[in-house]
């Protein structure tokens, strides 16, 4: 479990920088309840890493051997402190799994969070994305420093996410981006992303009746018109933040 907690507090704040290929995964059901996911694969960081890393490091961590597990944050959240009671409701019940194999060249880090009532998804998304209150922090502290560390910004914390009467909204907060800016380094960035190669971001809604219209021209439509998909490069999605703002009418 000790390397298995150890790669979590490694990847976090990559995974939540968004510095991977993701696929955010918005469901909501007639009854306003749903599940949000996050699929990130993160093997391209991996494939960095064993260039920095030798054998013996990754073997030192117990990081050489393929694991699969599923990760409870209910075990983490109830003695987790400096989180409002409201996004700790809304995290609680979530898991994270994560699959390794970097002999095969596998890393793959899944989130899931159900939710009773869509008016949990703005603290859903406040919980996840606030650097203080974030995931890092539910897990304490990590070998590498204090727990809520920034580390990498987090391209998410730059949108205003609900969902009410018929509308999901996802527009920037053009506040919370300027502070996004300050602490993104673009250039180191664009370097990483140049060793990488491309990296998507994809948003995907579905909705329990057939949309109306979309406010984005990029989006795609699934052939039952419930589901909604945008997806844009993440380094210009870093520059131009409204690549990915939606509004959808449903």
Same mark, same amino acid.
């Given at each position: 479990?000790?390397?298995?907690? $150890?790669?979590?507090?490694?990847? /976090?704040?990559?995974? @939540?920088?968004?510095? #991977?290929?993701?696929?955010? &995964? !918005? ?90 009532? $869509?008016?949990?998804?703005?603290? /859903?998304?406040?919980? @996840?994305?606030?650097? #203080?209150?974030?995931?890092? &922090? !539910?897990?304490g502290k990590s070998d590498g ?51 990488m190669g491309s990296i998507s ?47 959808? &009418?449903?």
């Amino acid at each position: 479990m000790r390397s298995i907690r $150890t790669w979590l507090f490694l990847l /976090l704040p990559l995974a @939540l920088a968004s510095c #991977a290929e993701t696929k955010e &995964e !918005l469901v909501i059901k007639k009854d306003g309840s749903g599940t949000l996911e996050l699929k990130m694969d993160l093997a391209k960081m991996v494939d960095m890493m064993k260039n920095f890393a030798s054998d013996s490091d990754i073997q030192k961590q117990g990081l050489d051997k393929p694991f699969d597990t599923t990760m409870l944050l209910k075990s983490f959240i109830d003695t987790a402190s400096g989180i409002a009671s409201a996004k700790k409701a809304a995290l609680r019940d979530g898991s994270i799994h994560l699959t390794l194999n970097i002999k095969e060249h596998i890393d793959k880090m899944d989130m899931a969070f159900p939710f009773k009532s $869509t008016d949990q998804i703005p603290d /859903l998304y406040q919980g @996840l994305n606030t650097s #203080a209150s974030g995931l890092k &922090e !539910l897990m304490g502290k990590s070998d590498g420093g204090q727990a809520g560390d920034k580390g990498l910004p987090q391209l998410s914390t730059v949108y205003d996410i609900t969902v009410k009467n018929g509308i999901y909204s996802r527009k920037v907060n053009k506040e919370r981006y300027e502070t996004f800016k300050q602490g993104m380094n673009l250039e180191q960035l664009k370097q990483m992303g140049s060793v990488m190669g491309s990296i998507s971001y994809t948003v995907s809604v579905s909705l329990p009746q057939p949309v109306k219209k979309t406010s984005n021209v990029k989006t795609v439509l699934s052939d039952d018109k419930k589901t909604v998909t945008l997806s844009a490069d993440l380094l210009e999605a870093f520059e131009h933040p409204e690549l990915l703002e939606l509004e959808i &009418e449903y």
